[in-house]
């Protein structure tokens, strides 16, 4: 089963930018669409951004659309989001998951069935 790592997590300034990685261990199928997702307490998961295997694809969630850059390397097994000019409404628990779907990007969180444990984002002057 594969197993998924997120790091890069922490604190920016608003406007700052952070970079967030995930790394995927075990055996993951070629086919895999990865993606990232938020959470804030009391809410439900957000779909931030997500990219299938081969890259030609993205989609970007509309709250993050222009500032979030989503990519991946797939001999490290690693998706990467750049997320620039950060708002203090990106605070939140960011994951990466993992999805099944073929040649599509999910944007709902029920279609991924592997998630990383969450790194905390705060975005604070």
């Known amino acids: 089963q594969v197993q998924l790592a997120e790091s890069g997590g922490g604190l920016a300034q608003p406007g700052g930018s952070l970079r967030l990685s995930c790394a995927a261990s075990g055996p993951p199928d070629s086919r895999d669409a990865m993606g990232w997702f938020r959470q804030v307490p009391g809410k439900e998961r957000e779909f931030v951004a997500g990219i299938t295997w081969s890259g030609s694809t993205t989609m970007y969630g509309d709250r993050v659309k222009g500032r979030f850059t989503i990519s991946r390397d797939n001999a490290k097994n690693t998706v990467t989001l750049q997320m620039n000019s950060l708002k203090p409404e990106d605070a939140a628990v960011y994951y990466c998951?993992?999805?099944?779907?073929?040649?599509?990007?999910?944007?709902?969180?029920?279609?991924?069935?592997?998630w990383g444990q969450g790194t905390q984002v705060t975005v604070s002057s």
């Open positions: 998951a993992l999805s099944s779907r073929l040649g599509v990007v999910p944007m709902t969180s029920i279609s991924y069935n592997s």
